[in-house]
Every structure is written in structure tokens, then in C-alpha cells.
């Protein structure tokens, strides 16, 4: 009974749904996301990972420098070549800035 336990188990395993942001919290997402690639600051990002088995996900943190935003792919590609969806980044701080916008 392998393949019904692990179902279980997948069944059980937990998701968050993923946070809603309004116009203004966007809109100062955008504006930090600017200021960091111009003044070359690091930032820390709060972002929604969608599961792929089931509906919802998990939120994390990443730190890192962005190298540029593609605004074709709607991605924000970091300095170590990983590639973050816009609409996925919650939350972002730099040192001038705060993560007092993370609705939870």
C-alpha cells in the first residue's frame, strides 16, 4: 500500500494560498525594484512559489542583487541567474526600505 500512503501524504502536506497585494503595494514593489537596480542595492524578496502538485504554495525569502528585470517575460533575473516572476514577488526591502507591506 505504497502508492495510498504516499497519497496520503500529499493530500496532508500543506500549501499557503498566495497573498493578494493591492494597487499600492504593487506599485511600491515597482518602485523599490527601480531604485535597487539603479543605485545597485541588494534587495531581499518575499515571494510566493506555487506548489506543482497542488493549488497554493509556499512563501520564502531570497537576498541577492538584481541583474535586470525583462519586462517581455515579466521576470526578475538576479545576479546568480535566477529568474523570479513579478507577480510572485510579496514583499521586498533594501536598506532604505521595509517589508511592512507582506499582507499576513
Do not use: C
Not at 17 to 22: F, H
Not at 39 to 61: M, T
Request: avoid cysteine; aromatic fraction near 4%.
Amino acid at each position: 500500500m505504497t502508492g495510498y500512503e504516499d497519497a496520503v501524504k500529499e493530500a496532508s502536506r500543506f500549501v499557503a494560498e498566495k497573498p493578494l497585494l493591492d494597487d499600492h503595494e504593487v506599485e511600491r514593489i515597482n518602485q523599490i525594484l527601480r531604485d535597487a537596480i539603479e543605485f545597485d542595492d541588494a534587495v531581499d524578496l518575499i515571494i510566493f512559489e506555487p506548489d506543482l502538485h497542488k493549488s497554493g504554495g509556499r512563501v520564502s525569502r531570497v537576498t541577492s542583487r538584481i541583474k535586470k528585470i525583462d519586462e517581455t517575460e515579466r521576470k526578475l533575473v538576479l545576479e546568480n541567474g535566477r529568474q523570479i516572476i513579478l507577480e510572485n514577488i510579496i514583499g521586498i526591502k533594501t536598506e532604505d526600505s521595509s517589508l511592512d507591506q507582506v499582507p499576513w
